[in-house]
């Protein structure tokens, strides 16, 4: 009954040109603010997807971690535990050092991660290799895949015209604490093999070889380890696989999920969303003060009918829900209005990148959508809620009105 009347009341002739157009421009600004957020943020889960895909080809979905220090041992027990059990599709053993890279007279520091060849089934490295193949070699004859920054921080040439010249390789020696920092490391040669692009994060500082190398210019023993990488089957439930490798790896390694193994950046990049979401919500606000406008001059134009209900009995109550919900359906058709609006070109960008990036990208030359139904939810329900407060005010007047009273 009560939308009925808001219904009536929105298309009914107002003696005053004013109200309709306040009425309309307050929708026309919800309509704009909801369009905005469901856009923005959809804009944000595009990117959040891209990111999320560069960087899971080199985070793992699970990786265990030392507590505390650079390494931790595994016995054979513990390794087939993690290897055969029904989480685990892949499992890799990783041994990462930073190291001293020379080639010629140029030098540049990098994280060398030697890696088995199960590494391939665990991350997506070898999927980004731009330059030459990947190839990490063997214990006796190592082969390098280098970041796009190390490359160019080496200056290594991967002309196949041009035959490969070894690299030197300085690794500091796992143990030793003689007077002689010379002593300390150990020099190893190594053939650049390859080079991928992911991330400059990634890209300016590791490289990846053979984990025997690693191990055996560092010292390290044959169970010792830096970290163990783990690929989970498909629907696997990751709390559960976390709680299982927790009890066989011990309490002397953290397990990490692939949000905890880079949480800064996931924190930073849903903070930025809902600070967007937040600041466009304040466009809603502004149309709060239309709408409050509007229902005031409504409530003062219908003050003849506010009487008329009441000499039937109606209640203030009842005077309230109708004027609340006048104000709920100027809401629903504005947020309704935006946010499908929002989805049309949402799905046109999609389909077509009309709206390009500025500048060059390696990556991507257009903005991607991603739609997510928690977002059309959340939007909708700020919206109405925003509505619902805006419109209370002029309903409460109206509602406690007199009949011969002046509104």
């Known amino acids: 009954m009560y939308l009925l009347f808001a219904w009536r009341y929105f298309r009914a002739k107002k003696s005053a040109q004013a109200i309709n157009i306040i009425a309309w421009v307050t929708t026309a600004v919800i309509g704009f603010a909801t369009c905005c957020q469901l856009l923005v943020l959809s804009v944000y889960n595009g990117f959040e997807g891209l990111v999320q895909s560069l960087y899971s080809s080199f985070y793992t979905d699970i990786k265990i971690v030392p507590s505390k220090g650079n390494t931790f041992f595994l016995d054979q027990h513990q390794w087939n535990a993690l290897q055969k059990n029904e989480f685990s599709e892949n499992t890799s053993a990783i041994a990462e050092e930073k190291a001293l890279l020379q080639?010629?007279?140029?030098?540049?520091?990098?994280?060398?991660?030697?890696?088995?060849?199960?590494?391939?089934?665990?991350?997506?490295?070898?999927?980004?290799?731009?330059?030459?193949?990947?190839?990490?070699?063997?214990?006796?004859?190592?082969?390098?895949?280098?970041?796009?920054?190390?490359?160019?921080?080496?200056?290594?040439?991967?002309?196949?015209?041009?035959?490969?010249?070894?690299?030197?390789?300085?690794?500091?020696?796992?143990?030793?604490?003689?007077?002689?920092?010379?002593?300390?490391?150990?020099?190893?040669?190594?053939?650049?093999?390859?080079?991928?692009?992911?991330?400059?994060?990634?890209?300016?500082?590791?490289?990846?070889?053979?984990?025997?190398?690693?191990?055996?210019?560092?010292?390290?023993?044959?169970?010792?380890?830096?970290?163990?990488?783990?690929?989970?089957?498909?629907?696997?439930?990751?709390?559960?696989?976390?709680?299982?490798?927790?009890?066989?790896?011990?309490?002397?390694?953290?397990?990490?999920?692939?949000?905890?193994?880079?949480?800064?950046?996931?924190?930073?990049?849903?903070?930025?969303?809902?600070?967007?979401?937040?600041?466009?919500?304040?466009?809603?606000?502004?149309?709060?003060?239309?709408?409050?406008?509007?229902?005031?001059?409504?409530?003062?134009?219908?003050?003849?009918?506010?009487?008329?209900?009441?000499?039937?009995?109606?209640?203030?109550?009842?005077?309230?829900?109708?004027?609340?919900?006048?104000?709920?359906?100027?809401g629903f058709i504005g947020t309704s209005l935006g946010m499908s609006a929002a989805f049309i070109l949402g799905w046109i960008q999609q389909k077509t990148g009309f709206i390009k990036i500025q500048g060059e990208s390696f990556l991507i030359d257009a903005f991607p959508v991603r739609f997510l139904y928690s977002d059309f939810l959340i939007i909708f329900l700020t919206s109405m809620l925003i509505v619902l407060i805006a419109s209370w005010l002029p309903a409460r007047k109206a509602g406690n009105a007199d009949m011969g009273e002046q509104l």
């Open 103 to 330: 080639h010629g007279d140029l030098q540049t520091m990098i994280k060398l991660k030697g890696v088995d060849l199960i590494h391939t089934g665990v991350a997506g490295i070898s999927k980004k290799v731009i330059k030459g193949k990947y190839d990490i070699g063997d214990g006796d004859n190592p082969g390098m895949v280098l970041g796009l920054g190390v490359q160019q921080a080496a200056g290594v040439s991967m002309d196949p015209e041009f035959a490969t010249e070894p690299l030197v390789v300085l690794l500091p020696k796992k143990g030793d604490n003689g007077s002689d920092p010379l002593s300390s490391l150990s020099e190893g040669f190594i053939y650049p093999k390859g080079v991928f692009m992911i991330q400059q994060e990634f890209d300016d500082i590791y490289a990846l070889t053979n984990i025997d190398f690693v191990k055996q210019q560092t010292g390290m023993a044959a169970n010792e380890y830096s970290a163990i990488e783990i690929k989970l089957k498909k629907g696997t439930d990751e709390q559960d696989a976390i709680a299982y490798f927790q009890k066989v790896a011990g309490v002397d390694k953290k397990v990490l999920s692939k949000f905890e193994q880079n949480s800064s950046l996931y924190k930073t990049m849903r903070l930025e969303k809902w600070f967007i979401f937040a600041v466009l919500s304040l466009i809603l606000i502004v149309a709060a003060f239309n709408m409050i406008s509007a229902l005031t001059m409504l409530v003062l134009e219908k003050k003849k009918d506010i009487a008329v209900l009441k000499s039937f009995g109606a209640g203030v109550s009842q005077i309230r829900k109708i004027f609340l919900s006048e104000g709920l359906l100027l």
